[in-house]
């Protein structure tokens, strides 16, 4: 969607994520939606790295189209030891997911960036995540509810999966893959107000 000359917002939100939005609309942040339009892969091996990657890769592929306007990006990447759990394709792969993360501890990591006429900066959270033991039937009835569908990691936290979870350690909003305060840490340094602080 093309901007208006010199009225552009705050902030072009580089997801689709209504999880972002809802975000960071409650930081009273005046923003629009620019979902970054790009393959996400990244020749990074480590979780944190890759997530901070793919953040930038977002931001930047936003920034190109609108010149001078402040963006952020953000990319989740789910780590159960030294592998790395994306979006499931299907309920099945769902199931696998939740058998293989069940009585496990876990980390996810958020990359965020953020992007405007003063340059970029990225950087990324990290929450471990304990999952409790769940029977099969708690497996097979997520699975089919399709909530962990478009997660990472195959469970959303905010939602129906807060009930998988025994604990966190780390911050509850990296988990739902918009760490805030990262997002309040670097949107404030570009100069955006934050709860209508300047």
Known sequence: MPLVPNSFPAVLLASGSPRRRELLASLGVEFQVQAADLDEYSDETHPAAVARDLALQKCRA??????????????????????????PADSAENADFLRRLSGKAHHVYSGVAVSSSA?????????RVVFRPLTPGEVAWYAHSGEGLDKAGGYGIQGLGAALIERIE??????VGFPLS??????????????GEE
């Open 119 to 127: 340059g970029e900066d990225a950087e990324v959270s990290e929450t």
């Open 62 to 87: 936003v920034a190109a189209l609108h010149p001078g306007a402040v963006v952020i990006a953000s990319d989740t990447v789910v780590a159960l030891g030294e592998q790395q759990l994306a979006k």
């Open 182 to 195: 990262v997002v309040i840490r670097l949107l404030r340094r570009h100069g955006v107000a934050v709860w």
């Open 170 to 175: 780390g911050e509850y909003t990296g988990v």
